[in-house]
């Protein structure tokens, strides 16, 4: 069973193209649909909303309604001016066609490897599939929607009622729990820990020496007390105590 944070680890270690491919194994496809996308059906002019593409799937002959969120939409606005213009499709051959399934589940499979993520079994890329769809029903999203976005067939009477702004909501959330980078609020939020964290060190150390200089000064006779093995908390209070003796 793959994780979120399995995937992440695999996206951290591969080049612009293999975290296309990490990407596009996350829309939840099977494997000969991934295969055959060509790169023209997707807008990659950026936006901060997930954009729809429609995926003609073959096993199935339905149509997936996948989302591409702002961080792929970023990737392929990079990656795809480098492919072969002549070559419609987003992973190309040298013969002016599209990888096969075979060739494509080998370079998961070295990301697999290179990542260090353990398999029980085969490392299959309908683990994805599978993830995505588990995901959705972990939050709340109805198993129709699920279905449509990665090409899974519905019930008609049920297609009737479909609503793409709901399906959109969904994508969005969905798209968020998978995200593979940490959103500008985490980094900047990591950011200001970081900031915190030197304060809290830096006055740690003026406390520290001001409240051995006091133990030394002061005439206690008494085995001297290692202020250093407190936390941060505990080397302030007793730094306050003591100003507030002064």
Known sequence: MLTVDEARAMYEVDSLEEKVLVK???????????????WNQIDIT?????????VHTKKEEVVA??????????????????????????FQNAGHDHLGEKQLLRKL????????????????WHIARKLFLRTCAENGVTSWNAKLMVGKAVDKSIGTYINGVSLMKDAAKIL???????????????TVVQAV???????????????????RTSGYLGVLRDYSRLSHKEVLEE????KKED
């Open 24 to 38: 596009t194994w996350l829309l939840g496809l099977r494997l000969g649909d991934a295969c055959r996308l060509q």
């Open 109 to 124: 499979q070295s990301l697999q490897k290179r990542a260090q993520i353990k398999a029980k079994g085969r490392f299959g």
């Open 197 to 215: 964290d030197l304060v809290l060190r830096v006055l740690r150390k003026m406390a520290l020496r001001e409240l051995e200089m006091e133990q």
């Open 176 to 190: 968020n729990v998978l995200r593979m980078e940490p959103s500008k609020t985490t980094k900047e939020m990591s």
């Open 65 to 90: 309604h996948c989302f591409i969120d702002p961080e792929f939409q970023r990737l392929l606005a990079k990656h795809i001016p480098n492919l072969d213009q002549n070559n419609p499709y987003l």
């Open 46 to 54: 950026p936006s901060d909303d997930p954009k729809e593409i429609l």
């Open 239 to 242: 730094y306050l105590k003591l």
